[in-house]
Nanobody, 115 residues
Framework: VQLQASGGGLVQAGESLRLSCVASVGINSFNYMAWYRQAPGKARELLATITVGGKEMYVNAVKGRFTIARDVAENAAFLDMTTLKPEDTAVYYC??????????WGQGTLVTVSS
């Protein structure tokens, strides 16, 4: 299983970005998919999850600004990020977890938000 993350880039504070995570298998094989990020010098942190049934969860730091979504036809999950802040600067990773307790990770995509 491979996850290919893309969509990162350099934006100014207040702007938006959409990250994509395309899987090499059908995403209904995953119990859930998630987005994490890791800022320089910090631990990787969970941002949002979406279950195979479409239930979403967000951490407080991104609630109301970020939206996770999934598209079965595209074998992909997305993270729509709005009102970006400099503190959102990080490498963003997609993650998928299946019923056999296997975890898969994308390669990461860098998001840089300038003030």
């Amino acid at each position: 299983v491979q996850l290919q993350a893309s969509g990162g880039g350099l934006v100014q504070a207040g702007e938006s970005l959409r990250l994509s995570c395309v899987a090499s298998v059908g995403i209904n094989s995953f119990n859930y998919m998630a987005w994490y990020r890791q800022a320089p010098g910090k631990a990787r942190e969970l941002l949002a999850t979406i279950t195979v049934g479409g239930k979403e969860m967000y951490v407080n730091a991104v609630k109301g600004r970020f939206t996770i979504a999934r598209d079965v036809a595209e074998n992909a999950a997305f993270l729509d990020m709005t009102t970006l802040k400099p503190e959102d600067t990080a490498v963003y990773y997609c993650n998928a977890h299946n019923s056999e307790l296997e975890d898969y990770w994308g390669q990461g995509t860098l998001v840089t938000v300038s003030s």
